[in-house]
């Protein structure tokens, strides 16, 4: 211990006689390891993060491939499964030990009110054994039992952050009464700390409630004229099933054995399979991260957790060159040392000593430096959920450090070991001369450096030009003064009542002071919500090729919404006051529609749908962007709210004069005359709903071009420091050129040269690498090919640009070394 102290306080001393070195150091290693665990952050929230809960591994989310024809669903196509379903797979238990079904309130937050002001929270319908099932436990009061599930309870469970935000903790909560949608519900208890749902991907929860059968307490807010919920509606698939397997129970076991009854089962209440139908696709995955998001987000963390680790590769080889070059420059140190009795090993010691301490000190920053950054990354991703680093991250954080330590402590084992005891009574000449071939691993790890830079600029660039392709993609519409705002009724048991509210809202927004023009729409432009279905065109299947049904997106929507959203109306009409549930069924189509499934024909008056509820086509619209900015055009149906029944939660969007956000007060004053207790949920502009459907490519675009440009400057560091190690050891010999009549210019070029060769080394090394590169972004890439050559020479000069501002200091440093005072120190 005590020489560990001595090798210790020495090493300190070292640092201490060398700050711009020790600084350059572990700024770089902070950087370069912050960023990962920045970005390893990101990847274990969304894809790694096992639930809080006991032996999480044996804890899987339900999926499905291929639903029925006949059956429809809200929300994702391969999450969601009939209440029929559920039943019968819950009795599996030589499967499941517990089978758990959830549901969102709404699509978003419903209303709840404690007390007398109202808010917006994430609400879900639960089976009665959802936190038993799961092993949550409770910080007070208890969880549901099947009772509360089969008599329907009008009880709620809160998450542990809600009733920290909402509730300061109170301990009195319990037994309170609670408004959600209008309807009391009784506080019996709150969930363990950090649990806050199965993390779908719709954001945390803030509190649950058993399964119920009341209307205005459907899943997803879905609300029926006759007051049927999910329980009556067996071809409706909207619950989310997640299941703990029993015991000795694999994954392939679990699957193999559920196939034969989950497919029996999802037929009830359709016909059998029809001819060329595939039938459904049972599988489960481990319920880790965010469900929602696995499927877009998988592949592309993966690529960019590639490329920030070419970013610690680039700063972990800069600090080994800034070692290995120190190190060199203490050679006559170390061979003193070595003449008056030190040995190697003693040697050796202290050098990785040295290095642990940068190390160390990097990995503070890093920490110091990724909390912040991580901030930074949930803000850019929209990801409604923690992504503050836990312990896997600091794991993560900690074998990054540890790796790092290893290979700088390994990096002086060479110089020491081969450190010549005479070197101390040599001269420098001679010393630079035995050095001088050590110098081809500086500048081979250089143009490495340089190679792995031209990667990142490459994929910078094409994620650059993919975000500012969809920045000006045509929407196909007019959002200029476009206001949207959800609205969630209270209290609503049928769509009488539901379009009586709509009708009075419309009205009253109608007549406010700027407003031009309203309308509704049930899954709000840009939000990445449509309804998916099958297309049956004048009683048929189009286009039906191998089991495959022609896809058709829907919407509905109120009077006037094409005018109101300004999408041009190509033939015939738009949806007006008159189409009353009353009315025959109308429908307008989008050009792709008619195009793919009427080409050549007149697409007015032909129907769509299925008997007893077709309906006749009256009006062909334009192209537009519906969930996103990135899809392509899609078959597209919109029919008048009025008409399709489930009238629950809708959205109100505004056409006024000036800036959409300014009427936002007036708007919220108007809503609250017909209720007090029916907040707005999530106002905003539309285009900047749309702004937000690219987040991830916002995010993706940003953190490239950020770790391109980190990069180039490590680079230019490294290059830099490479350059001028050189230039201080060959000032003997550019004296002599200069003495013997070599012009400035020449000397400026002779090391301008040598940087410029290293970039073009780094330039055929990473070429190749990124091409590679880019083909596996090419998921990721809208309107940009993989091999863009604008970008590929854009990256190249980029490179160039580096490699002559990194030398162009040493090598001015060079053309003005004095002759005389060169030969004189020598």
């Known amino acids: 211990m005590h020489a560990l102290l001595n090798d210790l306080r020495y090493a300190l001393r070292q640092l201490r006689k060398s700050p711009g070195f020790a600084l350059t150091a572990i700024l770089t290693l902070g950087l370069g390891i912050g960023a990962n665990t920045a970005v390893f952050s990101v990847m274990n929230a969304v894809l790694l993060r096992s639930l809080p809960v006991p032996e999480p591994n044996r804890v899987y989310n339900l999926r499905v491939a291929g639903r029925p024809f006949g059956t429809g669903n809200t929300g994702d196509d391969s999450t969601s499964f009939s209440y029929a379903m559920f039943e019968q797979l819950r009795q599996r238990r030589d499967v499941f030990s517990d089978l758990i079904a959830a549901a969102p309130l709404a699509i978003g937050r419903v209303s709840v009110r404690y007390g007398s002001e109202p808010e917006l929270a994430a609400g879900e319908l639960v089976s009665g054994n959802f936190f038993s099932g799961l092993g949550v436990q409770m910080a007070r009061g208890r969880g549901f039992t099947l009772e509360d599930e089969t008599s329907h309870a009008l009880v709620a469970v809160l998450s542990y952050d809600f009733w920290t935000r909402r509730f300061a903790r109170d301990p009195e909560v319990i037994g309170q009464t609670m408004y959600v949608k209008g309807v009391p519900m009784s506080i019996i208890g709150v969930s363990a700390p950090g649990f806050t749902g199965l993390e779908r991907g719709t954001g945390d929860t803030d509190f649950w409630i058993p399964l119920q059968n009341r209307g205005d307490l459907n899943a997803w807010g879905d609300i029926e004229d006759n007051g049927t919920t999910f329980y009556g509606r067996p071809t409706w698939w909207c619950l989310l099933l997640t299941g703990r397997l029993a015991p000795g129970v694999t994954q392939q076991q679990a699957v193999s054995r559920l196939q034969p009854q989950f497919q029996n089962a999802a037929y009830i209440g359709v016909e059998h399979p029809k001819a060329g139908e595939e039938k459904p696709r049972l599988s489960l995955i481990p319920a880790r991260g965010l469900d929602a998001y696995t499927d877009d987000y998988q592949q592309p963390l993966r690529l960019l957790m590639s490329l920030v680790g070419l970013v610690l590769l680039i700063a972990c080889a800069n600090v080994a060159l800034l070692l290995i070059a120190r190190n060199q420059a203490r050679q006559r140190e170390f061979s003193l040392r070595l003449a008056v009795g030190a040995g190697r090993w003693h040697l050796f010691r202290q050098l990785l000593t040295e290095s642990l301490l940068l190390v160390v000190a990097g990995g503070v920053l890093a920490w110091i430096l990724a909390v912040p950054a991580t901030r930074a990354l949930a803000a850019w991703s929209q990801l409604e ?77 094409l994620l650059l030009r993919t975000l500012r392709n969809l920045e000006n993609v045509p929407l196909g519409m007019r959002t200029e003064g476009l206001l949207v705002f959800g609205i969630n009724p209270q209290g609503l048991h049928s769509d009488r009542e539901a379009m009586h509210f709509y009708q009075t809202l419309l009205t009253r927004l109608r007549a406010l002071p700027g407003v031009e023009s309203v309308s509704l729409v049930g899954n709000r432009p840009g939000a990445g919500w449509s309804n998916n279905n099958y297309a049956i065109v004048d009683g048929a299947s189009p286009h039906v090729t191998s089991g495959d049904f022609a896809p058709l997106r829907g919407n509905d929507v109120g009077p006037d919404f094409f005018h109101v959203m300004g999408i041009p109306v190509l033939m015939g009409r738009d949806i007006t006051e008159s189409d009353t549930a009353n009315s025959p069924k109308v429908a307008v189509v989008n050009k792709t529609f008619a195009e793919r499934y009427l080409a050549g024909q007149n697409p007015l008056g032909h129907h769509v749908g299925e008997k007893p509820h077709e309906r006749t086509i009256v009006g062909v619209a334009g192209n537009n962007k519906y969930t996103s900015l990135d899809e392509k055009d899609t078959p597209m149906i919109w029919t008048p709210y009025a008409q399709t029944g489930g009238v629950g939660q809708m959205n109100v969007e505004m056409h006024v004069a000036g800036e959409p956000l300014s009427l936002l007060p007036t708007v919220a004053r108007a809503v609250h005359e017909i209720d007090p207790n029916l907040p707005l949920q999530k106002p905003m502009a539309q285009r900047a709903q749309f702004e937000e459907s690219i987040s991830r490519h916002r995010l993706f675009s940003k953190l490239a071009v950020f770790f391109g440009l980190l990069a180039g400057l490590l680079v230019a560091t490294g290059l830099y420091g490479t350059l001028a190690y050189r230039v201080s050891h060959r000032t003997v010999e550019i004296g002599v050129r200069l003495a013997v009549g070599a012009q400035r210019p020449q000397v400026l070029w002779m090391i301008l040269r040598e940087s410029l060769l290293i970039a073009a080394l780094g330039v055929a090394l990473g070429v190749p690498l990124a091409v590679m590169t880019s083909r596996l972004l090419r998921s990721m890439l809208y309107a940009v090919g993989p091999n863009d050559p604008l970008v590929l020479l854009g990256s190249l000069v980029a490179v160039t640009l580096v490699a002559l501002a990194a030398s162009f200091i040493p090598a001015r440093r060079a053309a003005s070394i004095d002759p005389m005072r060169a030969l004189r120190t020598e």
Do not use: W, Y
């Open 385 to 461: 959920t923690s992504l503050q680093p836990d312990s896997s991250v600091l794991l993560f954080t900690l074998g990054v450090v540890v790796l790092a330590a290893l290979i700088f402590g390994l990096a002086p084992l060479r110089n020491v070991l081969s450190v010549p005891a005479g070197l101390a009574l040599k001269s420098s000449g001679t010393a630079a001369e035995q050095d001088k071939h050590k110098s081809r691993l500086g500048r081979i790890v250089v143009a490495a450096q340089m190679a792995m830079c031209v990667v990142l600029l490459v994929a910078a660039g």
